[in-house]
């Protein structure tokens, strides 16, 4: 029986220190409203150095829908398929507002390859350029993706949202790691004795 609750202990402590490590990465669902546009999605964030690591966003815009699968991650410029250069970096404040600044995050329709994408691109940012108190945000096209959208198109201020998904209690996987590896400890010690 000591030997079970040692190997219990040691999962519980090794259980706490994984779910410990994960809480460095949170998921958000963001979104963008303006006039006749919408774009909602998710970024994982690593918020010990607020930047996004991966993420994705799906633009409405009219009838047609893209879907921005690919988040430009690090800082760096990359060309589109329309050989424009689109800076980027992957700054995100998400208990800020704004939660970007100006550079914004860069979404693209296909995956970067070396320097460059084989799809479009849209930025999320806020718009420096606005005097609009407060800032608004920006969803801003590039490139040649397909409907109508590219380079300037769309290219909307409107509001924007980010909200962490939520994510279980850490003591309750904890404990009920400890229940489990105790439940298989006394069947192993009274049940095939």
Avoid: C, W
């Avoid at 609750?5 to 490590?21: D, E, N, P, W, Y």
């Avoid at 993706?145 to 980010?162: E, K, L, R, V, W």
């Amino acid at each position: 029986m000591k030997k079970h609750l040692i190997q219990l202990a040691i999962l519980v402590v090794a259980t706490g220190m994984a779910v410990k490590s994960q809480a460095a990465s949170q998921i958000y669902n963001i979104t963008f409203t303006g006039t006749g546009l919408s774009a909602s999605g998710q970024i994982n964030v690593d918020v010990v150095n607020n930047t996004a690591t991966s993420g994705f966003l799906d633009v409405t815009y009219g009838a047609t829908t893209i879907d921005y699968n690919y988040l430009a991650v690090g800082s760096g410029i990359v060309e589109d398929n329309n050989g424009d250069d689109l800076p980027y970096t992957d700054n995100v404040f998400p208990n800020s507002v704004p939660f970007t600044d100006a550079n914004g995050l860069l979404f693209l329709t296909a995956p970067v390859n070396g320097n460059y994408t084989a799809g479009g691109g849209i930025y999320l940012s806020i718009d420096q350029f606005s005097q609009a108190t407060p800032v608004p945000y920006n969803l801003n096209g590039y490139g040649k993706p397909p409907a109508g959208f590219g380079y300037n198109n769309p290219n909307q201020d409107g509001t924007a949202t980010i909200a962490a998904v939520p994510e279980p209690k850490t003591t309750t996987i904890i404990g009920l790691s400890a229940l489990g590896m105790l439940f298989v400890a006394l069947r192993k010690k009274f049940f095939m004795a």
